[in-house]
Structures are given as structure tokens and as C-alpha cells.
């Protein structure tokens, strides 16, 4: 359950109307009270030094309505303004990264600022009478009302301001990269001492995952966890399938993880046990497992390593040809790389208190996560050589940084076949020697002791 309302919260609080509808709420709350304050006369127009508004009926309906129709106006501008820069951001860094641009705090406040201030002007409107000599202007509620005009003029200069900054390939590229060690300091805990190569799950397993594979064949039976529709898994309940597993004596194999698609039929699970169970507690494993339309980066660590690959692909086009903007992406790269080297993957097989294995999972691995980020980026590069500079300086980098001989071995294999890479290529004897040059640095640092 705390798996399924951790996805639902991060699909509504990154949506485009999540901060905007909060702000309309508020805004009608502060509306009902501002006019209730002035209909119990708390704050009298003396009281603050002529300040407050203390015009009539017809002046207050005429500020109120103006400031209504502007705010309604500038809110479509706005509008119009951030589907402009979704569909530049589309073109020009890729469709996955729309989801950035959409979940962006700054444009949901500023189209919330325009629609609340509209809201709250009409709801202040439908107070202001004057019905048969007797008259009710809410002073304090208009004042507020201009006060809340002034404000959402420096939030369309903040908003400008925004739009252009945040379409800078750097800014995006950094905020990626943000959103990347973020979700990785969120899957993977830290070390915790120089030394600890384990995994918390279960020693002796390392960093790669314990390799010891539990007896199968002393569980009768099994069965296949079939998935109930198509889609990507977004989320699994672990913890979910390690209590059902426990309280029923099953051994679960899972035979997918999040960001992987599936099919309906297509199989979740394979699920050992000593008699069939239920149909309830079949049911109660297929909704460990939160399938959707599209990838999420809740749990899925590969996610925010596509968005870098795909500016970066994207950059190297020969359409684009912005060789600057994948080198940036490289450097990021290696940077969430070596940032992942001292952190603790997720181990294979995970045991209850009885310490009897009761989960099988196929983690994330340092080699796999370094191959995804990099194999793409090496095979369009081929030819590039500032771009294969950089590669192999980002390679040195990780290597500086890696912990085991695993994850060296893995560096090596990247080096390596960037090396290949270039083989055959008819380069300037100046430019082999440079690369020549970083490609024995990065197996300098490499090398297994």
C-alpha cells in the first residue's frame, strides 16, 4: 500500500495542475475570510492610514473586474508561452523530458498566481451590494485584491525570466543530472564506512548482488504470476512480496523490475511454494506490482540516465550537430557514475528474519547502469574525437572513484571498446596521439591490484 500511494503521490505532485489547484483553493479560502473580516468591521480604514481602499460600491466592482479580466487574459498568455517551450524542448532535447518541463515548480506557481488572483477577485465581486440605499464595499478584501495585482506583476517578470533560463541546454542538463542523484540517493544507501562492499540485504552478497541461488527444488510446486494488462512496471512492492512470501511459504522469483515493459499474460513472478495458494493471495502479488502507460523514475534508476543519453543523441544528430551540448551531457554522466560507486546496490536474494530466502529480485548492477549511460553515446560518437576525449576523461574519472575490482573490470570494458571504437578511422596523427593519451590514463587507473 505505501508503494501504491508513493507512485499516486508522485504522479500527482509532479502533474501541471497539482500546485495551480491548491493555489485556487487557497485563494477562495482567503476570500471568504478577507470579506468575513470585513463584514465583523475588524480592521476600520483609520486603523492603517488611509491604506486600505475607500472608494464605492460601482469603484470597487470596476478595480475587481479589471483586475479579473487582466489576470484571465495574462493567464493564457502564460499558458500559451509554456506550450511553446514544451514543444521547443520537445523538438530540440527529446519527448521524455517534457516530463521536466511539466512538473517544473516555477510555471506551475506562476500559472497558480494568475488563476487564484482571477478566482479571488470574482469571489470578492459577488460580495460587493448595493441593493436599496444599502451599501457593503470589503475594503480590505479589494485592497488585498490590488495587493495581489502588484505581486502578479513581478511574477510575469519572473516568469519571463524563467522561460528563457530554463530552456538553456546547460540548465537543462543540470537539472537532469539533479533529479538523477536525487532518485539514486533514493534507491541506493550509503557506504557505510570506506571499506563496506556489502549489500544491507544480506552478507556476504556484494555490491553486484548476491550470486547464490536458493534451492528451487525443495518447492513441490509453481506457478506463473501472469501480468493483467500491457504496460511499463512503474513501482513493485517489495516489502509487500516479502510479507506474503513469509506469511505463506513462498520463494518469489521476479522476473521483471521497474521501467521494463510488459505484456498482458506476460510473466510478473514466478512463485515457488508447497501448495497452491489461494486465488486472494495471487491477487495480493499481482498488486505488489504498479503497471502503466509510461516509465517513471520512482523506482526505475535507469530513467533519468535516458533523459542524459537522449540530449545527448540527440546533440550528436547530424541534424543538430552540437557537439558541446553531449560532451556536457558525458560530464554529468560521469559524474552520477562516481557518484554511484560508493553507494550499496541492491542484493539478488533477499532472506526473512528465519533467514530463509524468500525473494529473488534482478537489481540494477554498477556494469549495466555504466553500459546504458555510455554504450549509445560511444556507438554515435565513433569519428568524434572531442566527444571520445571526453568519454575516456569521464571513464578515468569513474575509475578514480570505483571501489571494487567489479566495477573496475566494468570501466575497463568501456575503455576498451571505445579504444576499438576508433579503430580503422583515418584521424590526424595529432588528434590518435590525444586520444591515445587519455586511453592510457584511464587504463592506468584501471588496473586491478
Known sequence: MKTRLLNLWES?????????????????????????????????????FGVLYQGGSEGSRYILSTIA????TIAGVVFSITIVALTLASSQYGPHLLRNFIKDKGNQVVLGTFIAT????????????????????PELSVTVALGLAVVNVGVLIYFIHHVSVSLGADTVIARVHGDLLAYLSKFFPEH????????????????EGNTQVPDMHSYPCRFRLAAPCDGYV?????????????????LVNCTTRPGKLVV??????????????????RAALIRTHIIG???TPEQDAEFSFNQLVEIALRALSPGINDPNTAMACIDWL?????????????????YDDDDVPRLIRHPHTFGGLLEMAFNQIRQNCRGNVSVTIRLLEALTQIAIHARTDEQKKCVMRQTTMVWQGIAGLELNDNDLRDIRIRYDKALKHVAIH
Open 234 to 250: 512503474q513501482a513493485v512492492d517489495y516489502g509487500g512480496i516479502m510479507e506474503i512470501a513469509t506469511s505463506e511459504d513462498l
Open 12 to 48: 500527482v505532485s509532479t502533474s501541471f495542475w497539482f500546485i495551480p489547484t491548491l493555489m485556487v483553493s487557497a485563494a477562495i479560502v482567503l476570500s471568504l475570510v478577507m470579506v468575513n473580516l470585513d463584514q465583523r468591521d475588524v480592521i476600520q480604514p483609520e486603523d492603517v
Open 69 to 72: 479580466g487582466s489576470m484571465i
Open 334 to 350: 560521469g559524474a552520477a557514475l562516481c557518484f554511484l560507486c560508493g553507494r550499496r546496490l541492491h542484493a539478488s536474494i533477499v
Open 118 to 137: 482571477f478566482i479571488y477577485c470574482l469571489f470578492t465581486l459577488r460580495a460587493v451590494r448595493d441593493n436599496d440605499g444599502v451599501q457593503f464595499v
Open 264 to 281: 498482458t499474460g506476460g510473466s510478473l513472478a514466478e512463485v515457488y511454494c508447497r501448495q497452491l495458494p489461494t486465488g486472494d493471495v
Open 293 to 295: 502507460s509510461v516509465r
Open 192 to 207: 557505510d564506512s570506506e571499506k563496506e562492499t556489502v549489500s544491507d540485504e544480506r552478507p556476504p552478497g556484494n555490491v
